[in-house]
T-cell receptor, first 110, second 117 residues
Framework: SQQGEEDPQALSIQEGENATMNCSYKTSINNLQWYRQNSGRGLVHLILIRSNEREKHSGRLRVTLDTSKKSSSLLITASRAADTASYFC??????????FGKGTTLSVSS | GAVVSQHPSWVICKSGTSVKIECRSLDFQATTMFWYRQFPKQSLMLMATSNEGSKATYEQGVEKDKFLINHASLTLSTLTVTSAHPEDSSFYICSARHQRRTNEKLFFGSGTQLSVL
């Protein structure tokens, strides 16, 4: 089953611009995570935000979490061509598997 | 850091044959491992949860007799696709939960691309 829904499904921007992706989910969560996947390859863990956190930063990444709205956003600042990939949010409850959203395909052109 | 090794990275097989995929946690013990499947341009779908020493729990719609999961030790889980057919062609990826870090992120293998001819 899938819980998260990413928005937009696809995003095309120029290098240097910021990219914002949103994720909504349906049930209560323990934490929410964002992953990146380059075409046909494995997952790269980007950031984990716990249910009691509202915002988290890691380098050019900024993640917010609004548990009242059951939503999260991932902001990539000053994007680069190397950021081109699919981005997935994933949620879990305590001790359970990660459930992935449908993903956002980001294309960054130079 | 915790590393999960998945093997093979890719496999091509004939229709009707069986394929085994291994998932190993290299430097930690994992009481629970998860198996996901991903079709082209789609998201990862959870197939089953594998607990060491017990039967796997399959998600709705996943045939347990077709996708055999064995988790015989704290560091190894295997997924066997039995009597594979072209519609089983997909990217399969495993993940492991660290035995002592249960509320943190899962650790993922690099995935296996299965192509059934």
């Amino acid at each position: 089953s899938q819980q998260g829904e990413e928005d937009p499904q696809a995003l095309s921007i120029q290098e240097g611009e910021n990219a914002t992706m949103n994720c909504s989910y349906k049930t209560s969560i323990n934490n929410l995570q964002w992953y990146r996947q380059n075409s046909g390859r494995g997952l790269v863990h980007l950031i984990l935000i716990r249910s009691n956190e509202r915002e988290k930063h890691s380098g050019r990444l900024r993640v917010t979490l609004d548990t009242s709205k059951k939503s999260s956003s991932l902001l990539i600042t000053a994007s680069r061509a190397a950021d081109t990939a699919s981005y997935f949010c994933a949620t879990s409850q305590a001790g359970t598997a990660l459930i992935f959203g449908k993903g956002t395909t980001l294309s960054v052109s130079s | 850091g915790a590393v999960v090794s998945q093997h093979p990275s890719w496999v091509i097989c004939k229709s009707g044959t069986s394929v085994k995929i291994e998932c190993r946690s290299l430097d930690f013990q994992a009481t629970t491992m998860f198996w996901y499947r991903q079709f082209p341009k789609q998201s990862l779908m959870l197939m089953a949860t594998s607990n060491e020493g017990s039967k796997a729990t399959y998600e709705q719609g996943v045939e347990k007799d077709k996708f055999l999961i064995n988790h015989a030790s704290l560091t190894l889980s295997t997924l066997t696709v039995t009597s594979a057919h072209p519609e089983d062609s997909s990217f399969y990826i495993c993940s492991a939960r660290h035995q002592r870090r249960t509320n943190e992120k899962l650790f993922f293998g690099s995935g296996t691309q299965l192509s059934v001819l």
